[in-house]
Structure formats: structure tokens, C-alpha cells
């Protein structure tokens, strides 16, 4: 039978598994990426873990991500997270726009589905053990522009600029994560952002939210969210589109559902094959994806992506992205399996397959 997932795990983790096998109890960290409708490939393996992993936690359970990640983690967050990522599911699968759709429309209709996937009472309604770290990143400078053609602009130099080094990228972001009072990341240290962290609340929610997926020149950016540095905040894959960062808990593990085996540190190192995560960053992570057998599998022979909103017509694009979604019902279930029989740890590759 041809295989639908695989599993990448970092030294610590692969030692782990292979002794102990893989729990909802070993789990302290989840991982959520950028990526837009690459989403809909993960959309039921989100829902698993939702229903049957997450209420067997009983632990403070981190949960980490920016751009379609953020909004995933907050709906795992939510007291009911799969009646949330129903209504996440729903608002960004069923999307239309005009032609030639401008900033002020996109930003509008993501605003909407941002809404309906909190619901109206969005921060009491999430669970107090489950401790979101939205990552959003602050322009510096220039890449602060409001005008979409000036934004082409700059941000075409900082794509030239982070080609030749991502070390350069802190000239133009700064990392503000929006989290939990009491979240804490087993971090031992942020990388080279100016990193601020700033305590999530009722009124900054929905703008971490917007920030965190606003995509430069496409969405708007946020100006001066409550309780954070001023400043135009934007889409947190500018500075961890797949995350780049030595996650290590001292008493478990990090889970990374991710879309693929590709992992990039950030949205501007995507077309560049030499740029990877660091292997020793996910020492304590699995990562799981979907195969290339079941992506080739599916329709077009791909994974949903945003350019889909500009090649095909929005009832085929709807009606694509929604096999998608039914196919991958085939992940929750393998992962199932892999688990309850106790086969997953035959299955794992090292991270350093798709790591440096």
C-alpha cells in the first residue's frame, strides 16, 4: 500500500520514539508554518490531533506559528478546536474576489474568516492550557511603505538582499510574537531579530491574527496593535516561514504536521535551494507530511497554493481545494495506525535528510 505520510525526527526525538513510541503526553511543543492553502493537504491530521490527542494533554501545551499557522494554532487553541478549524476550513476555502481584486478587498474577506473562525467570544473561549505564540514581523523602514507599488519595490531589494545573506533580514523586521500570559517557548535563546513578546490579549487578538498573515503588496499590514511596539506589523513568515530556531523541551517533544519535507527559515529563502533549516534546531521535533506519492496523488499532481487563486476560476479552484481536503483524510488515518499498532518509529527518517 503506498504510503501517505512521512516522518522526519531529529536526533533526540528518533531516539525517543524508538524507545518509548509517541503519546499525546510526550508532546510540549506544536508547530504550525506558513504556507497559505497548503493548509487544505493537512486540514484532517489538524483535526485528529484536535480531537484525540489534544484532550489527552493535560500539560501546558505551547503552540507556535505565524501566517496560516497562527490561525491554525489558534484554533487548536480554542476550547472546541475542531468546531474552529471547521470554521477556519470553511471561510478560507470558500473565498471569492472580483477581478483584479485590490488590498482593500483581500484584507476585508480575510478579516471576515479571521472573525468567523473566532467566533464572538474569541478570547474567553480559549483553553487555558493551550499557549499561543503568534509570530508577526515589525517593518523597519522602508518595508513600512503603505502603497502596494512601492511595496513591489522594496521588498523585490530585501528578497535581493536576503540572497546573499539572511543575516541581513533584521535590517528590515524585527520579530514580535504575541502570546499567552504564561506562555514560555523551551527556547534558549531568540536568533539574530530583534524579538519582543508581548502578552496576547482581548484586544490584540484578531490584529495579531490579521499581522501575522498580512502578506506584503496582497494584505494590509497592521499599524500600532495594542500593547506592542508602534510600528506596521506583517506577514510572520518574513521571519519564520518554517521556523528556524532551537526548540528543546527539557521533558518532551516538538510535533510539526507540516505540508512537506521542504523547510525554509523564512518566506524569502523559498526559491532558494541552498537555504535550509538548521538539523540541530530539531533535535527534539518530528516533522510529518504528506508523501510525494500521496501529493502526486492528488488533483494536478500538487498541494494547493496561492497561485491557484490566479490560474483556475474560483468554482474550480473551490472545487479542487475541496477533493484535497477529502483526500487527506487518508493522513489522519495512516497516522492513527502508525500509532495505535506502535509501527510509527519503523517509519522514521533523520531530520538531517532535509536539514544542514
Known sequence: ???????????????????????????????????GP?????????RYLASEWLPAINHPLNLIGSSIGAWRMTAYANKDPV???DRLEHGYLNQRYSDNAD???????VNEFIDETLGDTSFEDLHPNRLLHLVTARCRGITAAHSSRRQAWVFTGVAASNMISRATLPRYFDRVVFRSQGGQL?????????????TLSIDNLRQALQASGAIPVVIHGVTNPAGAPPGVYRDGGMVDY???????PDNGLVLYPHFSP??????????????KVTANHYSHTLVMC???????????GKIPDRKDFETLDADTRIRYWTKVVDMNRALADEFHNLVSTGKLAERLQPITTIAR
Not at 524569502?268 to 537555504?275: A, N
Open 103 to 109: 488590498a482593500d478587498e483581500i484584507t476585508g474577506k
Open 262 to 275: 521542504v523547510l525554509k527559515p523564512g518566506w524569502f529563502d523559498k526559491p532558494l535551494p541552498w537555504r
Open 83 to 85: 468546531a474552529a478549524l
Open 38 to 46: 497548503k493548509w487544505f493537504v493537512l486540514s484532517h491530521l489538524d
Open 1 to 35: 500500500m503506498t504510503q501517505a505520510l512521512n516522518f522526519y525526527a531529529g536526533e533526540h526525538a528518533y531516539r525517543t520514539i524508538q524507545n518509548e513510541g509517541l503519546s499525546p503526553q510526550s508532546i510540549r511543543v506544536i508547530l504550525g508554518a506558513s504556507g
Open 290 to 300: 504528506p508523501s510525494p506519492a500521496f501529493i502526486n496523488s492528488l488533483p494536478y
Open 242 to 248: 518554517h521556523f528556524d530556531l532551537p526548540i528543546k
Open 186 to 198: 523551551p527556547l534558549p535563546d531568540w536568533d539574530q531579530f530583534t524579538t519582543y513578546q508581548v
